[in-house]
């Protein structure tokens, strides 16, 4: 942090981490499926990540998408993920665990220790703080428990005293705006955009996504959550269009990176 602040930019590719790093990013978090709010990457993807950027490397640890309530076998797949990734040169870890009322999985956090969890599904959000600083957590990512850092922002400015860091719906637009009313010292953000794909040949799978998206949402439709934040979602509406490619985008990351360097 010697500009006083401290971007985090979250990518899915080498290609994003290495425009990441020369946009200003002051760290990186490693993914794969941003499109369901991030899961574990490949350990061969953490590799080359490492050889390509000098930035430290954070490895996002969730071995499925949709919420944070794992099974015995999924809390197996994520203990070896995150022996793998410190094998593998990770420099920290991300992770999220919850019970099934929507408080901290102290058990498993502490199993596993690692360094940050999800935390806009909690039940309380005040409480679940507390939790995490007494198992020794240092930074929390948070959207204030609402559907970006903007709308959440009075959340974060009581969160951000402690170990909260914004993020969710970032931009150049309101990035200002959330840094003066969070008070926060670090931010998160992915900072992409598309880029068209090199194929010159191209078949036609319009209506193969066409099924594929209204199949995913009728899988969110069907399996209900009555207790739930209705404000919160882990990911995007699923679109995955096979020639248009998103990466973060060197300009995108600059910019933010200046606009923070001025007010913090």
Partial sequence: MDDGFLMEVCVDSVESAVNAERGGAGRIELCAGLVEGGTTPSMGLLQVVKQCVRVPV????RPRGGDFL???REVEVMKADIRLAKLHGADGLVFGALTEDGRIDTELCTACCVGLPAFDMVHDPLVALETLISLGFERVLTSGCDSSALEG???IKRLAEQVSVPRGGITERNLQRILEGST??????????????????????GFFFVCLTYLYHLQIVTRGFPDRNPNVAMGAS??????????ADVAKVRTLNAIAKNIL
């Fill in 58 to 61: 954070f490895v996002m640890i």
């Fill in 70 to 72: 794992y099974s015995d």
């Fill in 153 to 155: 922002l009075s959340l």
């Fill in 184 to 205: 926060a010292s670090e931010f998160h953000c992915s900072a992409r955009s598309a880029r068209d794909s090199g194929m010159k040949f191209r078949g036609d799978s």
């Fill in 238 to 247: 699923f679109s995955a269009p096979e020639y248009s490619i998103k990466v």
